[in-house]
């Protein structure tokens, strides 16, 4: 009974190890481990390190040829080509999908309108290979070195590039739905009006990359490299950019609706009329960002840095800004009704003209911030320091000020009719004469109401 058991957890333990073997290469971004060193190993074909003849080299494709379409054709057989040097060959229109041609040499070949769907290009070189407009649909590319290659236009959708080198590679137009470039390297590659939707680049390096008008809902660019990189008009609604860096990168006209870019870096980036509307930029860094009319209604920027931002004219309307750093912010016309800015730092920000409606701006420091002429009505500023604060015909209607700090704010011409200014500290009758007061506002303890303002002739 002992040895039964014993058997019993030993089968067990060997099916575990059956069924999580694949997965381990998964988890470390691909479906299987295979070095360069492998692949030259398990290279069987007999032109390892052989450049065929080009006649030799049409009989390999035709017997293929026949291969696909028949498995038993006896003329037929699957094209071997692995480890052979093929550097300049001659294959535009080529029929090698399925072809084995891992490690093989392909520098500077011609290889236009070929079909490569599903073919074995694993640790390829195809530095400055012509592959406009071929079909890669589902090709094994990991490791391959495609620097400079030309793949203007081509289908490479679900196909693996895990880790290869795409270095100022030309990949516009191209097709590339549920791609996989993990870790790949796209530094300076062309991927202006690309088809990524779905696409993988977790942690690829995509720095001055050019993704302008590319196409790449709901793709995961987490924690990749897209510094100085050019996404104006790019469509990522629904994009996970979470830990990215995209410092100085170019998103001017973007669309990010719903994106995901929590922790992401994006200092001095240029988000110029670019849709942000619901999206996540918690914990974000925007220092010195360019989000002049930027669409953000609804946006997440809990704990984001805005120091220095200009934000002049976005829409802000019921963002999330609790405990943001807006410090010297330029936020002037912007529209921010309803927002929620409890505790965020807008000390010495531009809000001038700024529309803060029904906002939430409890415990927020607005010390020396410039709110003249801005609308408040309604406002939650309960705790709020208004130290130095610039006030001069804004709008407080109805705002609630209680337990606000306003030592040597600025007042003139501010509309106070209706505010509760209970508890309001460091206000004196001086700045209180100098604001339009109705009968309804609650003042603090010690302060008169101010006669009504004579009508100037």
């Given at each position: 009974?002992?040895?039964?058991?014993?058997?019993?957890?030993?089968?067990?333990?060997?099916?575990?190890?059956?069924?999580?073997?694949?997965?381990?290469?998964?988890?470390?971004?691909?479906?299987?481990?295979?070095?360069?060193?492998?692949?030259?190993?398990?290279?069987?074909?007999?032109?390892?390190?052989?450049?065929?003849?080009?006649?030799?080299?049409?009989?390999?494709?035709?017997?293929?040829?026949?291969?696909?379409?028949?498995?038993?054709?006896?003329?037929?057989?699957?094209?071997?080509?692995?480890?052979?040097?093929?550097?300049?060959?001659?294959?535009?229109?080529?029929?090698?999908?399925?072809?084995?041609?891992?490690?093989?040499?392909?520098?500077?070949?011609?290889?236009?309108?070929?079909?490569?769907?599903?073919?074995?290009?694993?640790?390829a070189n195809l530095q400055k290979a012509n592959l406009s407009g071929a079909?890669?649909?589902?090709?094994?590319?990991?490791?391959?070195?495609?620097?400079?290659?030309?793949?203007?236009?081509?289908?490479?959708?679900?196909?693996?590039?895990?880790?290869?080198?795409?270095?100022?590679?030309?990949?516009?137009?191209?097709?590339?739905?549920?791609?996989?470039?993990?870790?790949?390297?796209?530094?300076?590659?062309?991927?202006?009006?690309?088809?990524?939707?779905?696409?993988?680049?977790?942690?690829?390096?995509?720095?001055?990359?050019?993704?302008?008008?590319?196409?790449?809902?709901?793709?995961?660019?987490?924690?990749?490299?897209?510094?100085?990189?050019?996404?104006?008009?790019?469509?990522?609604?629904?994009?996970?950019?979470?830990?990215?860096?995209?410092?100085?990168?170019?998103?001017?006209?973007?669309?990010?609706?719903?994106?995901?870019?929590?922790?992401?870096?994006?200092?001095?980036?240029?988000?110029?009329?670019?849709?942000?509307?619901?999206?996540?930029?918690?914990?974000?860094?925007?220092?010195?960002?360019?989000?002049?009319?930027?669409?953000?209604?609804?946006?997440?920027?809990?704990?984001?840095?805005?120091?220095?931002?200009?934000?002049?004219?976005?829409?802000?309307?019921?963002?999330?800004?609790?405990?943001?750093?807006?410090?010297?912010?330029?936020?002037?016309?912007?529209?921010?009704?309803?927002?929620?800015?409890?505790?965020?730092?807008?000390?010495?920000?531009?809000?001038?003209?700024?529309?803060?409606?029904?906002?939430?701006?409890?415990?927020?420091?607005?010390?020396?911030?410039?709110?003249?002429?801005?609308?408040?009505?309604?406002?939650?500023?309960?705790?709020?320091?208004?130290?130095?604060?610039?006030?001069?015909?804004?709008?407080?209607?109805?705002?609630?000020?209680?337990?606000?700090?306003?030592?040597?704010?600025?007042?003139?011409?501010?509309?106070?009719?209706?505010?509760?200014?209970?508890?309001?500290?460091?206000?004196?009758?001086?700045?209180?004469?100098?604001?339009?007061?109705?009968?309804?506002?609650?003042?603090?303890?010690?302060?008169?109401?101010?006669?009504?303002?004579?009508?100037?002739?």
């Amino acid at each position: 009974m002992v040895l039964n058991k014993h058997r019993t957890a030993t089968l067990v333990a060997c099916l575990v190890a059956i069924i999580l073997l694949p997965l381990q290469g998964e988890a470390a971004g691909e479906t299987s481990v295979r070095s360069p060193a492998d692949t030259e190993a398990a290279c069987a074909g007999g032109f390892r390190g052989k450049q065929p003849a080009p006649k030799v080299l049409q009989e390999v494709i035709e017997a293929h040829a026949r291969w696909l379409e028949d498995a038993l054709d006896p003329r037929g057989k699957k094209a071997n080509l692995c480890g052979a040097n093929l550097r300049g060959a001659r294959l535009r229109e080529a029929s090698l999908d399925r072809a084995d041609l891992s490690g093989a040499d392909l520098r500077g070949a011609d290889l236009q309108e070929a079909n490569l769907s599903e073919a074995d290009l694993y640790g390829a070189n195809l530095q400055k290979a012509n592959l406009s407009g071929a079909d890669l649909t589902d090709a094994d590319l990991r490791k391959a070195n495609l620097t400079k290659a030309n793949l203007q236009e081509a289908t490479l959708a679900e196909a693996a590039l895990f880790g290869a080198t795409l270095t100022r590679a030309n990949l516009r137009g191209a097709y590339m739905e549920g791609i996989h470039f993990y870790g790949a390297d796209l530094q300076e590659a062309d991927l202006r009006e690309a088809s990524l939707g779905d696409a993988h680049f977790y942690a690829a390096n995509l720095r001055k990359a050019n993704l302008s008008g590319a196409e790449l809902i709901e793709a995961d660019l987490r924690k990749a490299h897209l510094d100085k990189a050019n996404l104006s008009k790019a469509n990522l609604k629904g994009a996970v950019l979470a830990g990215a860096n995209l410092e100085g990168a170019n998103l001017q006209d973007a669309d990010l609706f719903t994106a995901s870019l929590r922790n992401t870096i994006l200092v001095k980036a240029n988000l110029q009329g670019a849709i942000l509307s619901e999206a996540d930029l918690s914990y974000a860094n925007l220092r010195e960002a360019n989000l002049q009319r930027a669409g953000m209604a609804g946006v997440n920027l809990e704990g984001a840095c805005l120091g220095k931002a200009d934000l002049r004219g976005a829409n802000l309307g019921m963002a999330v800004l609790f405990g943001s750093d807006l410090r010297g912010a330029d936020l002037r016309t912007a529209t921010l009704p309803r927002a929620v800015l409890a505790r965020a730092q807008l000390a010495a920000a531009d809000l001038r003209g700024a529309v803060l409606e029904e906002a939430y701006l409890a415990g927020a420091d607005l010390e020396r911030a410039n709110l003249a002429t801005a609308n408040l009505e309604g406002a939650n500023l309960v705790n709020a320091i208004l130290r130095g604060a610039n006030l001069q015909q804004a709008n407080l209607r109805h705002a609630n000020l209680q337990e606000a700090e306003l030592s040597n704010a600025d007042l003139e011409a501010t509309i106070l009719e209706g505010a509760d200014l209970t508890k309001a500290s460091g206000l004196t009758q001086a700045q209180l004469n100098t604001a339009t007061v109705g009968e309804d506002t609650k003042l603090p303890e010690g302060l008169e109401r101010p006669k009504p303002r004579q009508a100037q002739p």
